[in-house]
């Protein structure tokens, strides 16, 4: 229940920033914004003392250290990967357009117009 609680609280804190957005309008855009920052920061911080909190907090964490671990492609690797997908949708361009124009043909030639 106290979860629950926690999570309803963080849920008014954006709400209550985003509200301090549209209350002050005739402020300064800093201050406007600074408003809606500051509800997102305390509903982030009331959130994470929940048991969800904790959990996504560890989730993130979890995923940070995987994407760490990927072995990412060197510039010449990714230059000729991106040749390759190039060449390849020429080439499927080439083919679609052949495939369109036979069936083009046939249609036509069905249809008795053709030559």
């Known amino acids: 229940m106290a979860d629950k609680l926690k999570l309803l609280v963080a849920v008014l804190l954006v709400i209550a920033g985003v509200a301090g ?14 408003s809606v920052l500051v509800g997102i920061v305390l509903a982030g911080a009331v959130a994470g003392m929940s048991g969800p909190g904790r959990q996504f907090f560890r989730f993130a964490l979890d995923a940070r250290d995987e994407a760490r671990k990927v072995v990412w492609p060197t ?5 000729q990967m991106t040749g390759v997908v190039m060449a390849f949708v020429v080439v499927m361009a080439l083919f679609l357009w052949a495939v369109d124009g036979i069936l083009m043909w046939l249609v036509k030639l069905a249809m008795g117009r053709g030559v």
């Open 21 to 34: 957005f549209y209350f002050f309008a005739g402020a300064p855009t800093v201050v406007r914004v600074l």
């Open 75 to 79: 510039r010449k690797e990714t230059i």
